[in-house]
T-cell receptor, first 110, second 118 residues
Framework: RKEVEQDPGPFNVPEGATVAFNCTYS??????FFWYRQDCRKEPKLLMSVYSSGNEDGRFTAQLNRASQYISLLIRDSKLSDSATYLC???????????FGQGTELSVKP | NAGVTQTPKFRVLKTGQSMTLLCAQDMNHEYMYWYRQDPGMGLRLIHYSVGEGTTAKGEVPDGYNVSRLKKQNFLLGLESAAPSQTSVYFCASSYSGLAGGSADNEQFFGPGTRLTVL
């Protein structure tokens, strides 16, 4: 079983839709959590950190449930520019090593 | 600032050849990392460094060596390339490696090197 698992998708949604991505992690020692975004054939970039209290950045909301070892990302009012692969990432506080999920692909259509 | 740069961007090798990938960062970051990305596998950590002169193994270190002689550079070497090493290689750096959501541990990635081993 992979340490960080995501639904690979692809998720095909129309503009304006709300879409939710789910992620589970297996190591309860995990300390911090992130969502990264990766455009086709480009490098990953940090989208947002995920806090236990939940956090919001514009149209993006991230949630963490430590008891269930579950992380989510909600995108409201999807834009064409949101099309990308979204990577769920976990830090076990071991020299900064990040553990990446395989990514969930999102395609937003007009 | 250029951020994180990688050279070369593309390379084709024959089995058994050697090469070195160069990563450079101008953000004065202590931590640097090498990852490989394969379809359906996500990014996997090859080696990393917590400071100049230090290196450590990641998840998939076999077949690779690294060196961090200068703080701003992190080199990844393939001594005898194999087809299984065909991949996209990403270098990253961060100010610190501590857990927590602070900006200090955000990893910044280079644009990647696409390597094909025939």
């Amino acid at each position: 079983r992979k340490e960080v698992e995501q639904d690979p998708g692809p998720f095909n949604v129309p503009e304006g839709a709300t879409v939710a991505f789910n992620c589970t992690y297996s190591n309860s020692a995990s300390q911090s959590f992130f969502w990264y975004r990766q455009d086709c054939r480009k490098e990953p970039k940090l989208l947002m950190s995920v806090y236990s209290s939940g956090n919001e950045d514009g149209r993006f909301t991230a949630q963490l449930n430590r008891a269930s070892q579950y992380i989510s990302l909600l995108i409201r009012d999807s834009k064409l520019s949101d099309s990308a692969t979204y990577l769920c990432v976990v830090n076990r506080n071991q020299g900064g090593k990040l553990i990446f999920g395989q990514g969930t692909e999102l395609s937003v259509k007009p | 600032n250029a951020g994180v740069t990688q050279t070369p961007k593309f390379r084709v090798l024959k089995t058994g050849q050697s090469m070195t990938l160069l990563c450079a960062q101008d953000m004065n970051h202590e931590y640097m990392y090498w990852y490989r990305q394969d379809p359906g596998m996500g990014l996997r950590l090859i080696h990393y460094s917590v400071g100049e002169g230090t290196t450590a193994k990641g998840e998939v270190p076999d077949g690779y060596n690294v060196s961090r002689l200068k703080k701003q550079n992190f080199l990844l070497g393939l001594e005898s390339a194999a087809p299984s090493q065909t991949s996209v290689y990403f270098c990253a750096s961060s100010y610190s490696g501590l857990a927590g959501g602070s900006a200090d541990n955000e990893q910044f990635f280079g644009p990647g090197t696409r390597l094909t081993v025939l």
